[in-house]
C-alpha cells in the first residue's frame, strides 16, 4: 500500500507544478471559468430541493436526467485529462502488479479538482434521495451507479489510446447504430427502447430508490459494476503490455499519395495528429447525418447544406486555436531547426486545418453536387473558405498567445471561454453569407465575395502579427507543451 | 567558419553558457567536451538557432545567429540531443519531410534517403514509426536528416551514444570523408576515446565557462591522452564504500 500511496503523492505532486508552472487566474481564462463552474454548482444546488420533493412523491424522470448528467460528467476528468506526471507504461520498471498499476491510474483521477466537483455533485444527491421511500436502498444505488459511471469512463478511455481497443469501439457503435435502424424500420423501436430503458444504470438507480423491487435494483446495479470493475482492470492491463507495430500503416484521411511542395511533411504529420483528436470526431455523426438528409429527401434545402457547412468547422476549433497544442518540444525543436520563417510555421499548420475541413467537407460534396447542383455546391464552398478564413485569423491569435498541450485519443481541454468567442468569430462570415442568401439577393455572391476578401484581409494580418509572437515567444510555446 | 564571440545565455538568474568565445576553422571536426550540465548542449542549441542567445553572438560561414538564422538553417545540420522527432512518422517520411525543404527534388530526395539509410542500417526498417523504434534507429533518424541536404556545418550532440559499433564505424568513416571535402563538423560526446581518434581541435567547458581549448596535435606532442587533459579539469569523485552493495 506504501507504494501505492507514495506514486499517488509523487502524481499530486507533478500535477500541482504543472498547474502552478501555467500561471496565475487571469491565464487561459481560468478566473472566468472557475466562476462559471462556480455559477453552476449554485444552480445545480437549487436543483435539489425540487428534486426531493418529486421522489418523494415518486416521481423519478428528472432524477433520472440528473443521473445521466452526472455520468457523462464523469468523463470531463477522465477523457479530457491532460497529461499525468507519471504514465502507467513508466511505472512497469518497478515491481508492482497490474492491480498496483490501476489503483495509481485511478487514484490518479481524482487528482485534478475537476473531479472534485463532479464527485461532489454526486454526494449532494444523497439529500434528495434520503427523502425517497427507499432511502438506504436509494443510497446504495447511487453509489454503485458513481462506481459504474467511473468504470466505464476509464473503459472508454483506456481503449481509445489502443488500437484494437478503438476498433472495439468502432464496432460497437456500428452494431448498436445498425440494431436501432433495424428497429425503426421493423416498426420496433418505441417497444425495444421500454425494455432496455428498464435495465439502463440510470433507471436502476432511481428505480432502487422508490420502487417496490429495491432489492432487484441494487442487485442488476451491483453485477453491472463489477463487470464493469472487471473489465476496466483487463483493458488496463491490455493496453498497458500492449507493443504497438513498428511499422507505418496509411492513414484513412490522406492516403499514401505524394503532394509536392515543401510543406507536404508537414501537412502530413499534422492531418495524423489531428486525427488523433477526439474532439474531430463530432463533426462525422454531422456529416453522415447530412448526407443522408441528401440522398433521402426529395427536395432537400440548399440553406440547409450552407447551415451545415458553417456549423461544420466548430468540432476542428482546436486545431485553428491550438496550432502547436498536438506537438511535443521535440517537436517544436525540429520546427526551429528547420530553414522556415515563423510565418511559414504558423502558414503550414493553417495549411493542415483548412485541408482536414476540406476533408470533411469534400464527403459532402458528391451527394451536394447530385442533389443540390454546382452553383449550390461552389456557394458552399466559398462559405467555407470565409469562415475558414475567420477561424484562422482568431486561431493564430490565440495559438501563439494561450498554447497548451492536447493528448492522443483525448478532448482539447482548452478554455471554453475562447472556443466560445472564437466560434462567435469564426462563425460570423458564415452567419452573413446565410443572410444573404435568405432571400434570394442577385448580389449575394457578390457580397461572400467581398466577405472573403475582408477575412483573406484579416487572416493575413492575423498571420503577419502572430508569427512575429510566435518568434517572440517561441520558448515559452515549447515549455508549455511539455 | 564557426566564430562565436562571449556567447552567453542565462535562464533567470542562472548562467548556462558564461561568454563562450570558439574559433573553428573550415574542414575541421571540432569537439566539444565537458560534464553533465556544463553548457555544451545549451551552446549547441544556440549554434544552431533553438535557443536565442542572451548576449554575444556567432558567424557560421559568415553569417550571424542572431540576424542572419534562416540563412544559417539552410547551410546546416543538426543531430540535437532530443532528436527533435515527430512522433506519428514513419523514418521514411522523416527524410521525405526534410527534402522538400531545404529546396531538393523528390527525386534527390529519395535517392540520397536510400543511400543515407543503407550506410546507417536502417533501410529495412524505414517503414518503422520513429515513436516505436529504439532510441538507436531513432538517433540514426535524426542523422540523416541532418546529412540530406548536404549541410556545409554538421552540428552533432553526443552522436556515437545508443548506437552499435558497426553503425559507429560507418559513421566515424562518413564524417571523416566529409571533413575531407570541406564540411566543418561540430561535435559534443561523453565517449573521450573516439574524440581522440576523430576530432583536429576540441574545447573543454565547465560550468558554462571554456576551461580550455587546444589542437588534438598538440596533445598527441605533448604525449598526453585527452583523457589526461579532461581530468585536469573536471574534478573527480572517489568511490565511497558502500557497504550495503553485494
Not at chain 1, 436501432?180 to 438507480?205: C, D, E, M, Q, T
Not at chain 1, 439577393?441 to 476578401?453: M, T, Y
Not at chain 2, 540576424?67 to 506519428?88: N, Q, T
Request: aromatic letters at 12%; hydrophobic letters at 50%.
Amino acid at each position: 500500500m506504501d507504494r501505492i500511496i507514495i506514486l499517488i503523492k509523487l502524481q499530486w505532486r507533478g500535477y500541482w507544478r504543472r498547474v502552478q508552472r501555467a500561471g496565475h487566474l487571469t491565464r487561459n481564462n481560468v478566473g472566468v471559468l472557475v466562476l462559471l463552474a462556480g455559477l453552476g454548482v449554485v444552480r445545480y444546488l437549487q436543483l435539489i430541493p425540487g428534486l426531493a420533493r418529486e421522489l418523494s412523491s415518486g416521481t423519478t424522470r428528472r432524477y433520472e436526467s440528473v443521473l445521466v448528467l452526472l455520468f457523462l460528467l464523469w468523463m470531463l476528468p477522465v477523457l479530457g485529462e491532460t497529461r499525468r506526471s507519471i504514465s502507467s507504461r513508466e511505472l512497469l520498471q518497478f515491481p508492482l502488479t497490474t492491480f498496483d498499476l490501476y489503483c495509481v491510474r485511478l487514484s490518479s483521477i481524482f487528482i485534478s479538482p475537476v473531479s472534485w466537483i463532479v464527485g461532489a455533485c454526486w454526494i449532494v444527491l444523497i439529500y434528495p434521495v434520503w427523502k425517497a421511500a427507499n432511502p438506504i436502498s436509494g443510497v446504495v444505488a447511487l453509489i454503485l451507479f458513481l462506481f459504474f459511471g467511473l468504470f466505464f469512463t476509464l473503459i472508454v478511455s483506456d481503449l481509445l489510446v489502443i488500437k484494437p481497443g478503438r476498433w472495439a469501439l468502432v464496432g460497437v457503435a456500428a452494431v448498436v447504430s445498425l440494431g436501432i435502424a433495424f428497429l425503426f424500420f421493423a416498426g420496433r423501436l418505441s417497444y425495444s427502447s421500454h425494455i432496455v430503458k428498464r435495465w439502463l444504470p440510470n433507471f436502476l438507480v432511481s428505480s432502487a430508490a422508490v420502487s417496490s423491487q429495491a432489492a432487484l435494483s441494487i442487485l442488476a446495479l451491483l453485477g453491472m459494476t463489477a463487470v464493469a470493475l472487471a473489465l476496466s482492470v483487463w483493458v488496463f492491463g491490455v493496453g498497458l503490455y500492449m507493443q504497438q507495430s513498428r511499422r507505418g500503416r496509411r492513414l484513412f484521411l490522406l492516403p499514401s499519395i505524394e503532394i509536392p511542395g515543401k510543406y507536404f511533411g508537414l501537412l502530413r504529420k499534422d492531418v495524423r495528429y489531428a486525427s488523433r483528436l477526439l474532439d474531430l470526431y463530432f463533426a462525422l455523426p454531422l456529416v453522415v447525418l447530412f448526407n443522408i438528409y441528401l440522398a433521402s429527401n426529395s427536395a432537400p434545402s440548399p440553406m440547409a447544406f450552407w447551415l451545415v457547412v458553417t456549423l461544420l468547422l466548430v468540432p476542428c476549433i482546436s486545431l485553428a486555436f491550438n496550432g502547436f497544442g498536438l506537438d511535443n518540444p521535440m517537436g517544436m525543436d525540429r520546427y526551429a531547426l528547420l530553414p522556415l520563417s515563423s510565418r511559414e510555421t504558423l502558414f503550414s499548420k493553417n495549411l493542415a486545418f483548412g485541408l482536414v475541413t476540406f476533408l470533411l467537407f469534400s464527403t459532402m460534396l458528391p451527394l451536394a453536387i447530385w442533389r443540390l447542383g454546382v452553383a449550390n455546391s461552389l456557394l458552399g464552398l466559398m462559405i467555407l473558405i470565409s469562415i475558414e478564413l475567420a477561424f484562422m485569423s482568431y486561431g493564430n491569435w490565440l495559438s501563439v498567445n494561450q498554447p497548451f498541450k492536447m493528448q492522443n485519443y483525448r478532448f482539447a481541454s482548452g478554455s471554453p471561454i475562447d472556443a466560445f468567442m472564437g466560434i462567435i468569430v469564426g462563425s460570423l462570415p458564415g452567419v452573413l453569407s446565410l443572410f444573404f442568401l435568405k432571400d434570394g439577393d442577385p448580389a449575394a455572391v457578390l457580397k461572400i465575395s467581398l466577405v472573403i476578401l475582408l477575412c483573406l484581409t484579416f487572416y493575413l494580418l492575423s498571420l503577419r502579427w502572430s508569427a512575429r509572437v510566435l518568434e517572440r515567444r517561441w520558448e515559452l510555446i515549447t515549455a508549455s507543451l511539455s | 567558419m564557426i566564430e562565436a564571440a562571449e556567447l552567453s545565455k542565462r535562464f533567470g538568474k542562472f548562467v548556462a553558457v558564461d561568454k563562450v568565445s570558439l574559433n573553428i576553422p573550415r574542414g575541421s571536426i571540432f569537439g566539444f567536451l565537458g560534464p553533465n550540465g556544463s553548457g555544451k548542449s545549451t551552446t549547441l542549441r544556440m549554434f544552431t538557432g533553438i535557443l536565442k542567445p542572451s548576449s554575444g553572438d556567432a558567424l557560421i560561414d559568415g553569417l550571424s545567429i542572431t540576424s542572419s538564422p534562416l540563412e544559417i538553417k539552410r547551410k546546416i545540420g543538426v543531430l540535437p540531443e532530443d532528436l527533435a522527432l515527430f512522433d506519428s512518422l514513419t523514418i521514411w517520411e522523416h527524410l521525405k519531410l526534410c527534402g522538400p525543404i531545404y529546396g531538393l527534388s523528390n527525386k534527390d530526395t529519395e535517392g540520397r534517403a536510400q543511400q543515407l539509410l543503407n550506410c546507417l542500417d536502417l533501410w529495412a526498417d524505414r517503414h518503422a514509426y520513429v515513436e516505436n523504434s529504439s532510441f538507436g534507429m531513432r538517433k540514426k533518424c535524426a542523422l540523416a536528416m541532418a546529412l540530406l541536404h548536404n549541410p556545409k556545418v554538421l552540428f552533432l550532440d553526443e552522436p556515437f551514444e545508443g548506437i552499435d559499433p558497426v553503425t559507429s564505424r560507418s559513421i566515424k568513416d562518413l564524417l571523416t570523408l566529409m571533413s575531407k571535402r570541406g564540411v566543418t563538423i561540430f561535435i559534443t560526446s561523453h565517449i573521450l576515446e573516439v574524440v581522440e581518434r576523430l576530432v583536429d581541435s576540441f574545447a573543454v567547458i565547465v560550468a558554462g565557462r571554456i576551461a580550455c581549448q587546444q589542437d588534438m596535435a598538440q596533445v598527441t606532442q605533448s604525449g598526453q591522452t585527452l583523457e589526461e587533459i579532461y581530468f585536469e579539469y573536471i574534478e573527480r569523485r572517489p568511490v565511497e564504500e558502500f557497504e550495503w552493495i553485494g
